[in-house]
Protein backbone atom coordinates (compact mmCIF):
# COMPACT_ATOMS: atom_id res chain seq x y z
CA UNK A 1 0.00 0.00 0.00
CA UNK A 2 1.05 3.89 -0.99
CA UNK A 3 0.37 6.91 0.78
CA UNK A 4 -0.59 9.20 -1.66
CA UNK A 5 -1.38 12.84 -1.62
CA UNK A 6 -1.92 15.94 -3.91
CA UNK A 7 1.94 16.87 -5.65
CA UNK A 8 2.73 20.31 -5.64
CA UNK A 9 6.50 21.36 -7.95
CA UNK A 10 8.50 20.30 -9.10
CA UNK A 11 6.37 17.04 -9.22
CA UNK A 12 3.34 18.59 -10.65
CA UNK A 13 0.75 20.81 -9.37
CA UNK A 14 -2.61 19.24 -8.41
CA UNK A 15 -1.70 15.71 -9.84
CA UNK A 16 -2.44 13.04 -7.16
CA UNK A 17 1.38 10.72 -6.71
CA UNK A 18 2.37 8.10 -4.72
CA UNK A 19 5.04 8.92 -1.54
CA UNK A 20 7.96 7.65 -1.68
CA UNK A 21 9.19 4.91 0.59
CA UNK A 22 12.01 7.27 1.60
CA UNK A 23 9.31 9.94 2.40
CA UNK A 24 7.69 8.02 4.46
CA UNK A 25 10.35 7.40 6.46
CA UNK A 26 11.78 11.21 6.48
CA UNK A 27 8.38 11.83 8.08
CA UNK A 28 8.66 9.92 10.80
CA UNK A 29 12.10 11.15 11.43
CA UNK A 30 10.77 14.84 12.62
CA UNK A 31 8.63 15.89 15.61
CA UNK A 32 4.98 16.61 13.80
CA UNK A 33 5.24 20.22 16.23
CA UNK A 34 8.31 21.20 17.01
CA UNK A 35 9.55 20.07 12.87
CA UNK A 36 12.99 19.41 14.71
CA UNK A 37 14.96 15.99 13.90
CA UNK A 38 13.83 12.87 16.41
CA UNK A 39 17.26 11.06 14.98
CA UNK A 40 20.56 12.10 13.84
CA UNK A 41 21.44 13.10 10.08
CA UNK A 42 24.17 10.39 9.96
CA UNK A 43 21.07 7.84 10.58
CA UNK A 44 19.13 9.34 7.97
CA UNK A 45 21.07 9.60 5.31
CA UNK A 46 21.68 5.77 5.16
CA UNK A 47 17.83 5.14 5.58
CA UNK A 48 16.74 7.27 2.86
CA UNK A 49 19.71 5.71 0.23
CA UNK A 50 17.89 1.83 1.62
CA UNK A 51 14.71 3.01 0.72
CA UNK A 52 15.37 3.98 -2.61
CA UNK A 53 17.52 0.93 -3.46
CA UNK A 54 14.29 -0.90 -1.88
CA UNK A 55 11.40 1.12 -3.93
CA UNK A 56 14.05 -0.04 -7.00
CA UNK A 57 13.63 -3.68 -5.56
CA UNK A 58 9.78 -3.54 -5.33
CA UNK A 59 9.33 -1.88 -8.71
CA UNK A 60 11.71 -4.83 -9.92
CA UNK A 61 14.48 -2.38 -11.31
CA UNK A 62 17.40 -4.31 -9.16
CA UNK A 63 18.04 -7.18 -7.00
CA UNK A 64 20.17 -7.65 -4.79
CA UNK A 65 22.30 -10.73 -4.25
CA UNK A 66 20.93 -12.99 -1.50
CA UNK A 67 22.69 -13.67 2.13
CA UNK A 68 23.02 -17.49 0.90
CA UNK A 69 25.29 -16.32 -1.80
CA UNK A 70 28.54 -16.41 0.73
CA UNK A 71 30.04 -13.41 2.28
CA UNK A 72 32.01 -12.40 -1.04
CA UNK A 73 28.67 -12.10 -3.11
CA UNK A 74 26.14 -11.21 -1.06
CA UNK A 75 24.29 -8.01 -0.80
CA UNK A 76 25.24 -6.67 -4.27
CA UNK A 77 23.22 -4.54 -6.30
CA UNK A 78 21.97 -6.57 -9.97
CA UNK A 79 19.75 -4.46 -12.74
CA UNK A 80 17.03 -6.09 -13.66
CA UNK A 81 15.12 -3.19 -15.73
CA UNK A 82 16.24 0.22 -16.36
CA UNK A 83 12.99 1.61 -17.51
CA UNK A 84 12.41 5.10 -16.04
CA UNK A 85 10.04 5.03 -12.89
CA UNK A 86 8.63 8.14 -13.50
CA UNK A 87 10.07 9.60 -10.27
CA UNK A 88 13.05 12.01 -10.21
CA UNK A 89 14.85 10.82 -7.92
CA UNK A 90 14.19 7.22 -8.18
CA UNK A 91 15.27 7.38 -12.02
CA UNK A 92 18.93 9.61 -10.37
CA UNK A 93 18.82 6.41 -7.75
CA UNK A 94 18.31 4.24 -10.59
CA UNK A 95 21.13 5.27 -12.64
CA UNK A 96 24.09 5.61 -10.02
CA UNK A 97 22.80 1.74 -9.13
CA UNK A 98 23.47 0.92 -12.82
CA UNK A 99 26.84 2.71 -13.13
CA UNK A 100 27.80 0.85 -9.51
CA UNK A 101 26.48 -2.80 -10.73
CA UNK A 102 28.11 -5.36 -8.42
CA UNK A 103 28.49 -3.15 -5.61
CA UNK A 104 27.38 -3.92 -2.47
CA UNK A 105 23.99 -2.12 -0.91
CA UNK A 106 26.14 -1.11 1.99
CA UNK A 107 28.58 1.03 -0.47
CA UNK A 108 25.76 2.92 -2.11
CA UNK A 109 24.29 4.36 0.85
CA UNK A 110 27.03 4.89 3.43
CA UNK A 111 27.92 8.50 3.80
CA UNK A 112 31.74 7.70 3.88
CA UNK A 113 31.54 6.03 0.55
CA UNK A 114 31.80 7.91 -2.78
CA UNK A 115 29.48 6.08 -4.32
CA UNK A 116 26.70 6.68 -2.19
CA UNK A 117 23.27 7.75 -4.40
CA UNK A 118 21.56 9.72 -1.04
CA UNK A 119 23.85 12.92 -1.12
CA UNK A 120 21.97 15.81 -0.53
CA UNK A 121 18.27 13.32 -0.37
CA UNK A 122 16.98 14.59 2.82
CA UNK A 123 16.90 18.50 1.91
CA UNK A 124 15.43 17.70 -1.46
CA UNK A 125 12.86 15.88 -0.01
CA UNK A 126 11.77 17.81 2.56
CA UNK A 127 11.33 20.46 -0.52
CA UNK A 128 8.82 18.40 -2.08
CA UNK A 129 6.94 17.41 0.80
CA UNK A 130 6.84 21.39 1.39
CA UNK A 131 6.09 22.14 -2.16
CA UNK A 132 3.43 19.09 -1.73
CA UNK A 133 1.69 20.83 1.60
CA UNK A 134 2.42 17.94 3.47
CA UNK A 135 4.87 20.11 5.82
CA UNK A 136 5.67 23.62 6.56
CA UNK A 137 9.29 24.94 6.25
CA UNK A 138 10.19 27.63 9.09
CA UNK A 139 13.43 29.55 9.14
CA UNK A 140 14.88 30.74 12.35
CA UNK A 141 17.50 31.40 14.76
CA UNK A 142 19.51 29.11 17.58
CA UNK A 143 20.42 31.82 20.03
CA UNK A 144 19.42 34.55 17.85
CA UNK A 145 22.67 33.60 15.71
CA UNK A 146 22.67 30.86 14.37
CA UNK A 147 20.47 29.79 11.26
CA UNK A 148 18.05 27.08 11.80
CA UNK A 149 15.11 25.25 9.80
CA UNK A 150 12.71 23.40 10.86
CA UNK A 151 9.68 21.20 9.26
CA UNK A 152 6.52 20.77 11.10
CA UNK A 153 3.46 18.92 9.39
CA UNK A 154 0.92 21.06 8.05
CA UNK A 155 -1.16 18.11 6.45
CA UNK A 156 -1.00 15.47 9.43
CA UNK A 157 -2.99 13.15 6.85
CA UNK A 158 -0.33 11.23 5.10
CA UNK A 159 1.82 11.05 8.34
CA UNK A 160 -1.25 9.20 10.03
CA UNK A 161 -2.11 6.89 7.79
CA UNK A 162 1.70 5.97 7.36
CA UNK A 163 1.64 4.98 11.09
CA UNK A 164 -1.37 3.30 10.94
CA UNK A 165 0.08 1.04 8.83
CA UNK A 166 3.23 0.44 10.84
CA UNK A 167 0.55 0.26 14.15
CA UNK A 168 -1.79 -2.06 12.07
CA UNK A 169 1.60 -4.86 11.35
CA UNK A 170 3.43 -4.47 14.90
CA UNK A 171 0.72 -3.90 17.21
CA UNK A 172 -2.72 -5.30 15.52
CA UNK A 173 -0.53 -8.29 14.09
CA UNK A 174 -2.09 -8.12 10.32
CA UNK A 175 -0.60 -8.88 7.69
CA UNK A 176 1.56 -5.94 6.42
CA UNK A 177 2.57 -5.73 2.33
CA UNK A 178 6.44 -5.68 1.35
CA UNK A 179 6.54 -2.10 1.30
CA UNK A 180 5.12 -1.41 4.80
CA UNK A 181 8.02 -4.36 6.16
CA UNK A 182 10.66 -2.27 4.26
CA UNK A 183 9.69 0.94 6.41
CA UNK A 184 9.71 -1.01 9.32
CA UNK A 185 12.83 -2.14 8.83
CA UNK A 186 14.44 1.03 7.80
CA UNK A 187 12.62 2.22 11.32
CA UNK A 188 13.82 -1.26 13.49
CA UNK A 189 17.96 -0.08 11.65
CA UNK A 190 17.84 3.23 12.96
CA UNK A 191 16.60 2.52 16.17
CA UNK A 192 13.43 4.72 15.26
CA UNK A 193 10.91 2.19 15.74
CA UNK A 194 10.20 2.50 19.60
CA UNK A 195 9.42 6.72 18.79
CA UNK A 196 6.91 5.76 16.17
CA UNK A 197 5.10 3.15 17.75
CA UNK A 198 2.97 3.74 20.84
CA UNK A 199 2.60 0.49 23.20
CA UNK A 200 3.70 -0.78 26.49
CA UNK A 201 4.76 -3.97 25.11
CA UNK A 202 8.34 -2.96 24.06
CA UNK A 203 9.21 -6.56 24.03
CA UNK A 204 6.30 -7.87 21.98
CA UNK A 205 6.91 -4.90 19.80
CA UNK A 206 10.69 -5.70 18.88
CA UNK A 207 9.97 -9.79 18.41
CA UNK A 208 7.39 -8.24 15.90
CA UNK A 209 9.37 -6.85 14.15
CA UNK A 210 12.38 -9.25 14.19
CA UNK A 211 10.03 -11.31 13.00
CA UNK A 212 8.61 -9.09 9.99
CA UNK A 213 11.74 -8.11 9.37
CA UNK A 214 14.65 -11.03 9.93
CA UNK A 215 17.27 -11.25 6.77
CA UNK A 216 15.87 -7.89 5.59
CA UNK A 217 18.71 -6.56 3.31
CA UNK A 218 17.56 -2.87 3.70
CA UNK A 219 18.16 -2.97 7.53
CA UNK A 220 21.11 -4.91 7.37
CA UNK A 221 23.03 -2.65 5.16
CA UNK A 222 21.68 0.71 7.01
CA UNK A 223 22.83 -0.87 10.28
CA UNK A 224 26.24 -1.32 8.30
CA UNK A 225 26.30 2.32 6.85
CA UNK A 226 25.52 3.35 10.42
CA UNK A 227 28.09 1.48 11.67
CA UNK A 228 30.47 2.33 9.87
CA UNK A 229 30.18 5.68 9.87
CA UNK A 230 30.13 5.67 13.64
CA UNK A 231 33.45 3.88 13.31
CA UNK A 232 34.92 6.79 11.05
CA UNK A 233 33.91 9.46 12.85
CA UNK A 234 35.64 8.02 16.62
CA UNK A 235 39.07 7.72 14.66
Do not use: Y
Not at 112 to 128: D, F, N, P, Q
Not at 187 to 194: E, M, W
Request: charged fraction near 30%; aromatic fraction near 4%.
Amino acid sequence: MHTFFRGGPPEGTGIVRAMLLAEEFLLLCFDDRTGKKIISSDRIEPALGGALLAELALMERIGITPHSAGWRQRARVTITETTPTDDSELDAALAKATANEGKRVKDLISKVSGKRIAKGLERRLLERLVNSGVLDRTRGTVLGIFPRTTWPVRDPVPEEEIRDRVHSALVARLTPTERTVALIALLQATGLLRKVVRTEDKKALKARAKELTSGDWVARAVKEAIDEMAAAASV
